[in-house]
């Protein structure tokens, strides 16, 4: 069974600071690693999707990598914007099972 | 581009009443799934349809929820009896499918449910 785990649950930074987000799962066996934003009271919305031929996939100050060995996924946010304040989701498409699993998200507050 | 249609939005209902939600997805996107969100969790797959067959209901606890896909396009999720830890938000995603595609899931704005 797949599990997806989001470390840490909450994080807090100054604006204009870079920062990393953390995904990792158990079964290397994905199609595809996807991550969400989702504000208060919204649905998901989709950020990066990298399918697990690929690397990495960037989206302006948005970068998604993907280690399917090491079990592994990092959003990295450039130069963070108090407008970036949300929760981070990432979810795995698992083969095996042929579903998505998801973490429980990083809630990330960038301070003016 | 139209996305993810869900509704409605919010809906208050007492234990042991019903409730049904509708999600109309992304034209042409033949999978569709229904997920529960508890407040600080991650969305928890109840079901996935392709097209208007059942591909997964194994989490759907169909002693009260039952849900179904007529025509392959719109959906309705149900729940009856309700109880109070169904308080939660239901999403609904819908994905390409078919074999094709990259598998991104697109989601609606979810519908909040409260249960007193």
């Known amino acids: 069974k797949q599990e997806v785990t989001q470390i840490p649950a909450a994080l807090s930074v100054p604006e204009g600071e870079n920062l990393v987000l953390n995904c990792s799962f158990t079964d290397s066996a994905i199609y595809n690693l996807q991550w969400f934003r989702q504000d208060p009271g919204k649905g998901l919305t989709s950020l990066l999707l990298i399918q697990s031929s690929q690397r990495e996939q960037t989206s302006g100050r948005l970068n998604a990598s993907l280690d399917k060995s090491s079990g592994r996924s990092t959003l990295y946010i450039a130069a963070s914007q108090p407008g970036d304040s949300a929760t981070y989701l990432c979810?795995?498409?698992?083969?095996?099972?042929?579903?998505?699993?998801f973490g429980d998200g990083t809630t990330l507050t960038v301070k003016p | 581009e139209a996305g993810v249609a869900q509704s409605p939005r919010y809906k208050i209902i007492e234990k042991r009443q019903s409730v049904a939600f509708w999600c109309n997805p992304i034209s042409g996107h033949a999978t569709l799934y229904w997920y529960q969100q508890i407040l600080g969790q991650g969305p928890k797959l109840l079901i996935q349809f392709q097209n208007n067959g059942v591909v997964d209901d194994s989490q759907l606890p169909k002693d009260r929820f039952s849900a179904e896909r007529l025509k392959g396009v719109d959906s309705t999720l149900k729940i009856q009896p309700a109880k109070l830890e169904d308080s939660a938000v239901y999403l609904c995603a819908s994905s390409l499918g078919g074999g094709g595609g990259t598998g991104e899931l697109f989601f609606g704005e979810g519908s909040r449910l409260t249960v007193l």
């Open positions: 979810a795995s498409f698992n083969t095996n099972a042929g579903k998505s699993t």
